[in-house]
């Protein structure tokens, strides 16, 4: 698939700045990236001398992400910036759109392999009779927080929030669904509210500023730079696992690696390569603190202050897996709270073992 291009008025577009090199370390790193180059380079000679060219270029996978720049998408971009794809012998596309509900349609037509997005769209896909599974668990929280306007100091809870309009990423998004979830269970009607897809960053900040919303779940560097400029204050927050757990009442496994269950089937090794990056890029998270970490990402993502983008990281990387298994109560909580939201959830008898899979994760090198 051709890379989308990044035009004036586009909401989807590739991202320009990723290769398959390696970009962004210090020290030691690079020292380690540039023999690691090395490496590459004379293996794929030395293939490419006795396979032929043809058999030695790197195979093409596409994901789309529902927005790059947010830090719960961050494993995908340290994974792509440390060259993990290509040592599995892959050339990864990114693109990317405002809302992972877009995402999910753009696999679904066959437009992408692969979605960086949430679990629980693969809950609801298959309550819809569209299977997919979550390979690839990143996030087990959601690191989304609901923000409230400080030009609405009447908002003391959720419950205060009876007849205003509400931010969401997108209109059948999970920040949509999770939004929906704290409503009902503060003894609020959905029809109570107003949600307006206001995606993030600077279109959600844009929107709360002009009291075009009043509050909106938002995430990271989103959330700081709300907090920083006065414009905003925490009302909920999903932020963390210890939190996410007293909010819903258990675990929340959120941004994940979730692809077509036919094509799983039909691509086994594609997907085995894709897991052995992606679980690489978990490990150098875990194995590193967040200003080391934040070298490898492009400096618009910091929005203008990479000191807050490092602090931020530094609070909510706790979230991220550190071996991309599904943690063995997720997923009933998250289909609990759907079906709370989601009459087509509540009676449907979704199989959750359907709707992820361990089984790539466990087959990862441990060195």
Not at 57 to 71: C, D, N, P, S, W
Not at 105 to 126: K, P, R, S
Request: charged share 20%.
């Amino acid at each position: 698939m051709s890379p989308a291009l990044a035009v004036a008025g586009s909401t989807r577009s590739a991202v320009p700045w990723f290769s398959s090199g390696k970009t962004g370390a210090t020290g030691h790193d690079r020292r380690v990236l540039r023999m690691n180059d090395f490496r590459r380079t004379l293996a794929a000679f030395l293939i490419g001398l006795a396979i032929g060219p043809a058999a030695a270029r790197a195979e093409q996978v596409a994901l789309m992400v529902g927005g790059v720049e947010k830090q719960i998408y961050l494993p995908l971009i340290v994974t792509q910036r440390l060259g993990y794809f290509s040592d599995e012998g892959l050339d990864v596309t990114i693109e990317s759109e405002p809302a992972g509900v877009e995402a999910a349609d753009e696999m679904l037509a066959g437009a992408v392999q692969g979605v960086i997005g949430f679990y629980d769209h693969n809950i609801e896909l298959q309550a819809l009779g569209k299977y997919t599974r979550s390979v690839v668990q990143l996030g087990l929280a959601p690191g989304e927080v609901e923000m409230v306007s400080t030009g609405h100091p009447e908002v003391q809870d959720i419950a205060d929030l009876r007849g205003m309009r509400l931010g969401v990423t997108g209109l059948g998004s999970s920040t949509d669904f999770l939004t929906k979830y704290l409503l009902i269970t503060a003894g609020l009607k959905l029809s109570d509210v107003t949600p307006v897809p206001v995606g993030a960053g600077d279109t959600l900040i844009a929107a709360l500023r002009q009291d075009h919303i009043q509050a909106a779940m938002t995430t990271e560097p989103t959330v700081s730079r709300l907090i920083a400029a006065g414009d905003a204050r925490v009302l909920v927050d999903l932020s963390s696992l210890a939190a996410t757990r007293a909010v819903l009442g258990g675990p929340y496994p959120a941004a994940c690696l979730y692809m077509d269950a036919a094509w799983i089937d039909a691509h086994p090794q594609t997907v085995q390569r894709l897991a052995n990056a992606l679980v690489h890029g978990l490990r150098y998270i875990a194995s590193h603190d967040a200003d080391q970490i934040a070298t490898l990402v492009p400096d618009d993502f910091y929005a203008g202050d990479r000191a807050m983008y490092v602090a931020a990281l530094a609070r909510g990387k706790s979230m991220f897996s550190v071996d991309g298994r599904m943690p063995p109560d997720g997923p009933a909580n998250v289909q609990r709270v759907l079906a709370a939201v989601m009459p087509g959830v509540a009676g449907s008898a979704v199989d959750l073992t359907r709707t992820f899979t361990n089984a790539f994760v466990d087959a990862v090198p441990v060195n």
